[in-house]
C-alpha cells in the first residue's frame, strides 16, 4: 500500500497528503472543484492536479480519500468509475454507505479541527477507521498509523456520537468563551483576563472527570450568587435565558 | 508592608500564603473556623494559628485576608476589632463595601480556580485589586506584584462583570466536557478521544477572538447535521433542548 490520490483541496486533504506524503507515501493526483486549489496542494506534494473526476486514475493507486463538504460525498462518490480500489471519506457524520458504488469502502476520520495555516502535529490525533471488510480494514489502520499513535476502530453509530460529543465539547465550549469575551468587551476588558483560568480549566477537565470537578456557584447551588449573574444579564435576555438553563443543566447533572 | 494575617485556611488562603511567605512576606497568624485546618495552614507558613476572631493581633500586622466563603464575609469583617489596618477579601462577587466596618479596607482578587492539591504557578494569574484610598490600592498593587506580573485595578461592576464571565467561559465549558463525557460513556469510549480536540479548539480560541474561529454545524446552520445530533439525544430531552438552546445562541450572535 504504497499509493493515495485525493478528491478535495482544504484543510483536512491538506494535512493529511502532506502527512502521509512525509511518512513515505505516494501523493498521485489531487482533484478538486477550485482547480486553483488542487494545483496548490498538487505542487506542495508533488502530485498532479486532475481537472475532472473522470480523469482520475482510479486503478492506479491504493485508496483514493474523499475529503469535502459532507453533503457532496454522495454524489462524487457516485462519479468515480467502478474499480477494486479503496474507496474513503474522512466525514465524522456520514455513513460508510454514501461509497455504496464502491465495492471496498471505508471511513478516515482524523478527530480534530483543522486550520490551512496552522501547523499542527497529527501524531496524537485520533483515527477512527471503519472499512467494508477486514483486509480493508487493515490497510486503514495502516494508513493511519502512519500518521499517529492513536488509531481506533469505530462504527458508525460510535462514529456518530464522538462527533456529537466533539460538538458539544468543543464548538459549544468555544461559543462560551465568544459570549465571555463579548461581556468582557462590555466592560473594557478582554478574553486575557481569562486565559490562566481557561487553562487551568481545561487541565483539570481532562485529568479528572469533568463532572467530578465541576467548580461555580451553578454546582453550589448558590442561588444568591445565580441571582445577581442573572440581574447583571438582564440587557440581554437570550443570554440570560442560556445562563439559567446551563445553571440547571449542572446542577441536574450533578444530581443523576 | 511586611506582615500579613489570615482568616480563612481553604484553597486561596492555601496558594496566597504561601506565595506570600515565599515572596518574603512575615505570614503571622491564621484564624480558621476549623482549628485543625488553621494549624495547618500556620505550620506550613511558619505562622500561629489563632482559635478565635477576637484573638488576632489586628494592629500588629499591615494587612488582614479573608478568605472564606462569600456569605460569612459580612459577619467575620464586624467581628473584626477596629483599627486602621488593611482588611482585604479575596472575593470576585463581594463588594468590598462588606468590610465597610473598618476604615481601609480593599479587595484582593485572584481570577483562578484553586485546589488544595495541586501545585500552581501564581505568577500568571491576573490579581483584580480594589481599596478604599490610593494609599492602600498601592499597598495591594504591590503584594500582588510579589505574586503575579499581571496585576489589574478593578472596581466593583468590572469586577463582577469578569466574575460572570469567568463562570461562563469556564464553569460552563466544563459543564460542556462533562456533558460530551457522559455521551462517550454511553459509547464505551472516554474523553481521551476528545483531548487533542479540546487542546486545539481552546488554544485556537485564546490566539483569536473566539467568535471569529467558531466552527461546527451550528455556525454553518448545517441544518442536516443539527437534526441528526438533536435525533441522537431524543433519550435525553434536557440536554436536546439544551444542544438546541446554544446552537441558536451561535448562530445569533454570528448574525450580530
Do not use: W
Amino acid at each position: 500500500m504504497k499509493k493515495v490520490s485525493f478528491i478535495g483541496s482544504g484543510n483536512v486533504a491538506t494535512h493529511l497528503a502532506l502527512g502521509l506524503q512525509e511518512a513515505g507515501m505516494d501523493i498521485c493526483e489531487i482533484f478538486s472543484s477550485t482547480p486553483k486549489n488542487a494545483l496548490k496542494l498538487a505542487s506542495k506534494v508533488g502530485a498532479k492536479a486532475v481537472s475532472s473526476i473522470t480523469d482520475l486514475d482510479v486503478q492506479g493507486v491504493d485508496v483514493i480519500i474523499i475529503s469535502i463538504k459532507d453533503d457532496l460525498i454522495h454524489s462524487v462518490s457516485n462519479a468515480i468509475g467502478v474499480s477494486s480500489t479503496l474507496i474513503v471519506h474522512t466525514s465524522g457524520t456520514k455513513s460508510m454507505d454514501e461509497l455504496s458504488k464502491h465495492e471496498n469502502r471505508g471511513v478516515f476520520y482524523p478527530l480534530q479541527t483543522f486550520s490551512i495555516e496552522s501547523e499542527l502535529k497529527l501524531s496524537n490525533i485520533p483515527f477512527c477507521v471503519e472499512a467494508s471488510n477486514l483486509e480493508e480494514l487493515e490497510i486503514l489502520k495502516e494508513m493511519a498509523s502512519l500518521l499517529s499513535a492513536d488509531v481506533r476502530i469505530t462504527n458508525e453509530e460510535t462514529r456518530k456520537s464522538i462527533h456529537v460529543a466533539a460538538v458539544v465539547a468543543c464548538n459549544f465550549s468555544n461559543h462560551m468563551f465568544a459570549l465571555a469575551e463579548q461581556l468582557l468587551l462590555e466592560t473594557g476588558e478582554d478574553l486575557s483576563i481569562l486565559k490562566p483560568l481557561i487553562e487551568e480549566t481545561v487541565s483539570k477537565a481532562l485529568d479528572n472527570h469533568p463532572k467530578e470537578v465541576q467548580t461555580g456557584p451553578a454546582v453550589r447551588e448558590d442561588q444568591e450568587v445565580l441571582k445577581n449573574h442573572l440581574h447583571r444579564l438582564k440587557g440581554n435576555p437570550d443570554f440570560q435565558k442560556l445562563y439559567q438553563d446551563i445553571s440547571n443543566s449542572i446542577i441536574k447533572l450533578k444530581n443523576e
